[in-house]
Nanobody, 122 residues
Framework: QVQLVESGGGLVQAGGSLTLSCVAS????????ITWYRQAPGKEREPVAG????????SYADSVKGRSTISGDTSKNTVYLRMNDLKPEDTAMYYC???????????????WGQGTQVTVSS
């Protein structure tokens, strides 16, 4: 089992910034691939950004590319998502998810945190 706890959400004005945190436990941090997702009311959950702690590779959705940075701190078992120039359309519940990797291959189970709300006012 992998346990994930998100924090850092809140209310921010358009153009502002937030840093979301995801603390992972229950599995070697270096074996995890962590993805931030978001879900706005009435919409499907969508991936925002991901990082492989084994390969230190990152990926971003087009909607946040260029104004977001995902990073990991192995000393704190924490992944961060820094979002700048926030827009009202970024308003959503943000979820941290994790999958283990074994020998570079993703294992099937996906673990989820409880989510943290981001609200961007115009």
């Amino acid at each position: 089992q992998v346990q994930l706890v998100e924090s850092g959400g809140g209310l921010v004005q358009a153009g502002g910034s937030l840093t979301l945190s995801c603390v992972a436990s229950g599995s070697p941090f270096s074996s995890l691939a962590i993805t931030w997702y978001r879900q706005a009311p009435g919409k499907e959950r969508e991936p925002v950004a991901g990082i492989s702690m084994a390969l230190l590779k990152t990926s971003y959705a087009d909607s946040v590319k260029g104004r977001s940075t995902i990073s990991g701190d192995t000393s704190k078992n924490t992944v961060y998502l820094r979002m700048n120039d926030l827009k009202p359309e970024d308003t959503a519940m943000y979820y941290c998810s994790a999958r283990r990797t074994q020998m570079g291959i993703l294992t099937p189970n996906t673990y989820w945190g409880q989510g943290t709300q981001v609200t961007v006012s115009s």
